[in-house]
């Protein structure tokens, strides 16, 4: 007996992939975060990206208050290296600034497949694929992604710290 499939789940990962591929292609971000990302693969971006799109929102509930399109391919290697070098969010108790609920949304795409993830930016910075979480804190996944997008959304998500390019966000104590 075959494993029997949903074929409305089916439809709504077509239309999350499909509205994935037409942001990163148009370099036009979504209004808000998706509730499903969508991904694949074993790692956190798995990935070999030739363009990234960056979407900021800076508060919760989600408006786009910042975003960047990325094609450098030196810039994606380290970002993805730096991603997927992240270890697990720690467990048990861990005292993490506010959270305001800003966060970027990562769109990595080839042309045919994208990975999407969400960082957030505030509280206990981890960043997730819907699979995998990695721990943000301070490294440089942080410090790379906050330095592409505009100071004004740093000023935005902190309105004070370290917003210079390239500044890492402030990180749990």
């Avoid at 029997?4 to 239309?15: C, F, K, L, Q, S």
């Avoid at 994606?76 to 305001?100: F, H, M, Q």
């Avoid at 819907?130 to 992604?145: M, P």
Wanted: proline share 8%; net charge neutral.
């Amino acid at each position: 007996m075959g494993c029997a499939t949903d074929p409305a789940a089916e439809a709504h990962d077509r239309a999350a992939l499909h509205a994935a591929l037409e942001a990163v292609r148009t370099a036009h971000c979504p209004a808000a975060p998706p509730d499903v990302m969508v991904n694949g693969g074993g790692s956190l971006e798995p990935l070999v990206a030739n363009r990234l799109l960056l979407c900021g929102y800076a508060h919760s509930p989600a408006a786009t208050t910042a975003q960047t399109l990325v094609t450098d391919k030196a810039v994606l290697n380290r970002l993805r290296t730096s991603l997927n070098k992240l270890g697990e969010p720690p467990i048990g108790r861990v005292n993490c600034p506010a959270d305001t609920g800003a966060k970027v949304l990562e769109i990595f795409g080839d042309g045919r497949h994208v990975a999407e993830l969400v960082e957030k930016l505030t509280g206990c910075q981890v960043v997730s694929n819907g699979n995998f979480d990695g721990w943000v804190g301070n490294s440089d996944a942080g410090t790379t992604v906050m330095g592409l997008l505009p100071t004004g959304f740093c000023r935005a998500v902190w309105r004070t710290g370290p917003c210079d390019r390239g500044a890492s966000a402030p990180g749990p104590r």
